[in-house]
């Protein structure tokens, strides 16, 4: 059918800014700010849960949680999530985005509740019923990834869609600022309504009975912002390009989108047959989808996964990084709920002047650079900044050295979000064709959430192994590898969806004879 007829995609292709437009980045975008204040706030909580249930009887410091303990419970929303990006990726693809749409915001309510009721008689009951919900909380988280990439780059124009998809993800940002808030407050109030000594004074005074209370509020308060958001999500209509590219029912998606543009659109007749083949309705596992999209997909995953790893590591043990340079005080100097509060104002301060900017630097750019260019530049300035900060190491421990430390910790997180934690995202909404475009962004995104893995497990391990500096330098490495397989990644500024999917095809070729261009009938399959 010629593209000129789908009257429905050039009207969301050439729609101006309007307000459902940004209805749609606050409602998928909550989403997000829910998505990262559940998986980093476990972060500002492990110290507590090691002084509750972990504490040693005369011990001259305060209880930790063991190794292995320690990366399950901050490791295994990342297996959920990984889990959850490739079903309801390729879920979002057989039946819709909207359809799966709700229950992952369902999941996230549910789970996010059961965390902060985990229950048991001895510290390992309660750790394995955390870490049960916890995996199905991240299995929830998962699945937003795709469908709320995919649905706002099938619902954005083309001029402005990197701006939209990147504002979801920007949604992040908030999130874990949110997090450390949360925690600041609850820890601040629970702090003078019970006060108490410091551990070096009262190993076992220094935690009280409430400080139980505080880590199960903070992570039940995630439950909130995804439970405001669910009945919006399920009024947003089904995005047009699944409705009249993969269900083939032009008609609906005119009427949908009708009402979403606020203007009239003709009723279109039906695409094809039901079930009538098209010759590039290729599936994912074929040797044109190969051919067309093979390197496409290597670069999109291997990105994000390269990306994942420094980017969780660092988010991750940063707490630890602090304690190591002297920013935050030793634990056996503070009481339990003192490391909370400190902890939370150090990520709060990491997140509000580098971790926020970052985001909307790339939200406000990356329709005038380009996804590749802002990746590239991420990527160098991240291995830039780590070399920078693991070859004189001991030079940045150093009293009067600490805060040029964080503020080059914090130059590295800027130019992570201002670069490939953003276009990671945004990239694999854009580049592949419409019935596989939640299944590769799933694809895509739980490579990433392998490399979360490897950083939760894997680096929570190197800084007691082989120390902070070397765990660096091998980030540094991981960010500069990054940087290479970018290069297997297309530019989709300026382009129609249809365009970079190849899903609008040219079926005799632009001709020019005699200085006139002949007429082209271009069909989407």
């Known amino acids: 059918m010629p593209k000129d007829n789908l009257q429905v995609l050039n009207a969301l292709d050439g729609a101006k800014t309007q307000w459902y437009h940004f209805t749609a980045i606050i409602i998928a975008g909550m989403g997000f700010f829910t998505d990262a204040y559940d998986l980093f706030c476990i972060s500002l909580v492990t110290k507590l849960l090691g002084r509750i249930y972990y504490h040693k009887a005369g011990s001259s410091t305060p209880g930790s949680l063991p190794s292995n303990v320690a990366a399950a419970v901050n490791g295994v929303a990342f297996c959920g999530t990984l889990t959850g990006q490739l079903f309801f990726g ?42 049960f919900f916890r995996f199905w909380l991240g299995f929830g988280i998962g699945g937003d990834y795709p469908l709320s990439a995919t649905i706002m780059s099938e619902y954005a124009n083309k001029k402005t869609r990197g701006a939209f998809i990147a504002a979801v993800f920007a949604m992040q940002g908030f999130g874990i600022l949110a997090g450390g808030m949360v925690a600041i407050i609850v820890s601040g109030a629970f702090k003078a309504q019970y006060p108490s000594p410091p551990y070096f004074k009262n190993p076992n005074g220094s ?41 083939k029912d032009a008609k609906q998606a005119a009427a949908d989108m009708s009402k979403v543009l606020q203007v009239d659109l003709e009723e279109e007749r039906q695409l094809e047959k039901p079930g009538e083949k098209r010759g590039n309705d290729f599936g994912l596992f074929t040797t044109k989808f190969l051919s067309k999209h093979g390197l496409h997909l290597l670069g999109t995953a291997s990105t994000w ?12 043990f940063q707490k630890d990084i602090f304690s190591a340079i002297g920013w935050i005080p030793k634990a056996k100097t503070m009481n ?3 490391e ?39 990527f160098f300035f991240m291995t830039l900044f780590m070399f920078a900060l693991a070859i004189p190491y001991h030079h940045w421990t150093l009293p009067n050295n600490r805060i040029g430390f964080v503020i080059m910790y914090s130059l590295t997180f800027f130019f992570s979000n201002f670069g490939p934690n953003a276009t990671t995202f945004v990239v694999p909404a854009e580049i592949f064709p419409a019935r596989l475009r939640s299944t590769c962004h799933g694809i895509s995104a739980a490579s990433g959430k392998a490399g979360a893995m490897v950083g939760a497990f894997g680096f929570l391990y190197a800084a007691d192994a082989i ?59």
């Open 305 to 316: 996964f390269l990306l994942d790893i420094a980017f969780y590591s660092q988010n991750l």
């Open 207 to 247: 935690t009280v009975p409430e400080a139980d209370y505080v880590w199960r509020i903070i992570l039940m308060f995630g439950a909130v912002p995804a439970l405001l958001t669910y009945y919006w999500r399920m009024k947003m209509p089904e995005t047009a390009r699944y409705t009249a590219l993969v269900a």
């Open 90 to 131: 390729w879920l979002g693809d057989k039946l819709g985005r909207k359809r799966v749409y709700g229950i992952t915001l369902l999941l996230m309510v549910i789970c996010s509740l059961a965390s902060g009721l985990s229950f048991g008689r001895h510290p390992n009951d309660v750790m394995a019923t955390l870490c």
């Open 467 to 525: 120390g902070v500096q070397k765990s660096l330098i091998i980030l540094a490495v991981i960010s500069f590898l990054g940087m290479l397989f970018t290069f297997l990644v297309p530019e989709s500024k300026g382009k129609s969806l249809e365009e970079m999917s190849g899903e609008v095809e040219q079926e005799n070729g632009n001709q020019t004879q005699g200085g006139r261009q002949s007429n082209t009938e271009i069909r989407i399959a």
């Open 340 to 378: 909370v509060y400190s902890i939370a104002r150090a990520q709060t301060l990491i997140a509000l002047f580098s971790t926020v900017p970052g985001y909307w630097f790339t939200v406000a750019l990356i329709d005038k650079m380009g996804r590749f260019r802002i990746q590239l530049m991420g």
């Open 336 to 338: 339990a709920l003192e």
